[in-house]
C-alpha cells in the first residue's frame, strides 16, 4: 500500500493495491448483495460487530469500500461512508444527531436541494434548522442552544461564490462543543475542511469527484478529530445506550476501532434502517473519476479564471461571481481556504437582463444546458427558472439568484472553444 499525503498519489492507491485471488489492479465490480459467512460464529461476530467484514450490501460492500477509504484519505479523514446520493449524504449527516425536537445551524448559502430538505423536510421531521448569515461568523454562536446538535455549511456554495470561513466557524463551535459539518462539494483537493476544523465533510460525489456525468453518488467522511464524549449531553445519539443494538453506547462500543463513533452509528443504524447505500456499480464509476480528479482540479481552475477575467471584459456582461475576481474580505475568505485554485463554478450577469440570459443559453453550442456541476464537459444553467426555481422570491434573493443570473460550471476542454462558444453566445443575445 502507498502511503502519501498527496492529492494526486492518493486518488490512484488509497484503500487498494490489488486483488488478493486474481491479482486485478483495476478495483473489482463486487457485484452482489450477499456474503457468505465462513461459519456460524463468524456470522455471529459480524453482526455482534467483534469482527468488521461483508455481510449484506445495504451495509457494506467492498468495491464501495475501496472509494469510502479513498475519499476518508484525501480529506484527512479517518473513515468514510458513501450514499446513494449526495442528497442522502446531507440528511445523514444531520440525522445522524439529531432527535425530533433538536436543532442545526446552517448557513444561508446551500445547495437548493439542501435548502428544502433543511427549511421543510427536517423541519416535518421535528428538526430545526436555523439559517444564519456566514458574513459574520459570530451569527453561529448566537443563533446556538442546548439542541443544537452540529452547525452545516458548504465550502463553496453557488451562486454566490462567498468562500465559507471554516476555520473561523470552526474554531467557534469547538469553544462550545458543536462540531461542523462541511459540504466540500464543489473544491475537492483545493480545499481541507478537516485540517480547517471541521469535525465532518461531505460529498454530493456526483459532481467533480466521479466527473464524467455518469453516476449520482454521496460520501460523508468522519474527521475523527471531534470529542463527542466530552459534552455528551449535546450527543445524546452517540452517547446514550441504542436499544436497537442490545443498548450499545456508540462512543464506547467502536473505541478499539479507533475514533469512529460518529460514522460507525452512521452505517449500522441509519444505513441499516434507513437504507440509500451507493451501488457497486456507481463506486465503481466514480473510482473511475476520482483517479484523475487533481489533475482535472487543475485544469478546472486554469480554465475558470480564464474564464472569469474574459467575461469580466465583455461589453454584454452587467457583473462576474468567481473568487478570483472578489476584493476585501470574500478574497481573503477564499484564500485561507482554496489552495491551488478559485474552482470551476462562475456566474454573471447581463446588462440586457434575464430574456437575454435564456437566449444566451439558448445558443451556446458546445456547452451543455443541465441541471449537474462539475462534469469534465462545460456545462450552463439559469437557476431561477431551474435548480432554485423551488425557492419563493424571497428566498431567491437570500441565496444570491437574481432573475438574470446564469451559473456556469467550466469544463476542461481547451480553453480556446470555451471561449469561443461563449462569445458567439454572447453575440447571439445581444
Ligand atoms: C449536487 C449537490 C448536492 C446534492 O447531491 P446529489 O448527488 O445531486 O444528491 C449537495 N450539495 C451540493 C453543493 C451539490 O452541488
Known sequence: MVDSTNPETIALHAGWRADPTTGSVAVPIHQTTSFQFQDTGHAARLFGLAEMGNIYTRIMNPTVDVLEKRVAALEGGVAGLALGSGQAATTFSVLNLCEAGDNIVSSTDLYGGTWNLFANTLKSFGVEVRFVDPADPQNFVNATDDRTRCWYAETLPNPKLRVFPIAEVAALGRKIGVPLIMDNTAAPVLCKPLALGAAVVMHSTTKWIGGHGTSIGGMVVDGGNFDWEANAARFPTLNKPDASYHGAVWTQAVKPLGPIAYIIRMRVILLRDLGAPMAPMNAFLTLQGLETLPLRMERHCANAI???????????????????????????????????????????????????????????????????IGDARSLAIHPATTTHSQLNAEEQAASGVSPGYVRLSIGIEHIDDILADLSQALDAAA
Open 306 to 372: 480564464k474564464v472569469a477575467s474574459f467575461l469580466a471584459s465583455h461589453p454584454a456582461v452587467a457583473s462576474v461571481t468567481h473568487p478570483s475576481l472578489m476584493t476585501g474580505e470574500n478574497k481573503r475568505r477564499a484564500d485561507a481556504a482554496l489552495k491551488g485554485g478559485y474552482g470551476s463554478l462562475l456566474g454573471f450577469e447581463l446588462k440586457a437582463g434575464a430574456e437575454a440570459g435564456k437566449k444566451f443559453i439558448e445558443a451556446l453550442k458546445m456547452f451543455y444546458h443541465v441541471a449537474n
